[in-house]
């Protein structure tokens, strides 16, 4: 069974730096293929993809954040963690740790978000 | 960014209804493009990727079609589980992003 859980504080101040720890079972990030990222969610609004990091190290963000943004991986615990800089009202949302997989169709790969942790809502508000 | 847009934004329907729902693309992305449904307060679950294909254990009744920019979410005799709210994402080209969703209610 494929898990993935968020953990990190609900409340953070403006200006701090929120730092998330996604916790997944059921597979691994030492395997070529596998990698786990970060969307987020404002309140009512839609998706917002954040950050993936791969098997090999590759990491990928947000160009809307990413002076902001870091992923670690710690395969041995089967762990990512995402930091966030310089946290702002408007960061306030439910954060949700992901696994994206390849589909193979007829010689070309597709991929999706095909695993979602439950989510973490973060405020930011002094 | 390639932008998507979707709509309606919201549709208010009836149990065995059959629903359609449409996603746009600003570019081409060719089939690269997922359907993920959501409740509230729960994660999104992905319900077809690559435009037409069923992820595992989601009921026949939700079927995807389009390729290139106009996409569409299919769902056949609708059921009481099935109201949420559903988004459309591409994954042709980083980074990914989604549509702003579409809000399945209840008549």
């Known amino acids: 069974q494929i898990t993935l859980k968020e953990s990190g504080p609900t409340l953070v101040k403006p200006t701090q730096t929120l730092t998330l720890t996604c916790t997944f079972s059921?597979?691994?990030?030492?395997?070529?293929?596998?990698?786990v990222g970060w969307i987020r969610q404002p309140p009512g609004q839609a998706l917002q993809w954040l950050a993936l990091i791969y098997w090999d190290d590759d990491k990928r963000y947000s160009p809307a954040l990413e002076s902001r943004l870091t992923i670690t991986k710690d395969t041995s615990k089967n762990q990512v963690v995402l930091t966030l800089t310089n946290m702002d009202p408007v960061d306030t949302a439910t954060y949700y740790c992901?696994?994206?997989?390849?589909?193979?169709?007829?010689?070309?790969?597709?991929?999706?978000?095909?695993?979602w942790g439950q989510g973490t809502m973060v405020t930011v508000s002094s | 960014d390639v932008q998507m847009t979707q709509s309606p934004s919201s549709l208010s329907a009836s149990v065995g209804d059959r629903v359609t729902i449409t996603c746009r693309a600003s570019q081409t992305i060719s089939s690269y493009l997922n359907w993920y449904q959501q409740k509230p307060g729960q994660a999104p679950r992905l319900l077809i990727y690559?435009?037409?294909s069923l992820q595992s254990g989601v009921p026949s009744r939700f079927s995807g079609s389009g390729s290139g920019t106009d996409f569409t979410l299919t769902i056949n005799s609708l059921q009481t589980e099935d109201f949420a709210t559903y988004y459309c994402q591409q994954s042709y080209s980083p980074p990914p992003t989604f549509g702003p969703g579409t809000k399945v209610d209840i008549k």
């Open positions: 690559a435009a037409s």
């Open positions: 992901v696994r994206k997989t390849y589909y193979y169709d007829v010689s070309v790969y597709f991929d999706a978000f095909d695993m």
């Open positions: 059921g597979f691994s990030l030492s395997t070529s293929g596998v990698s």
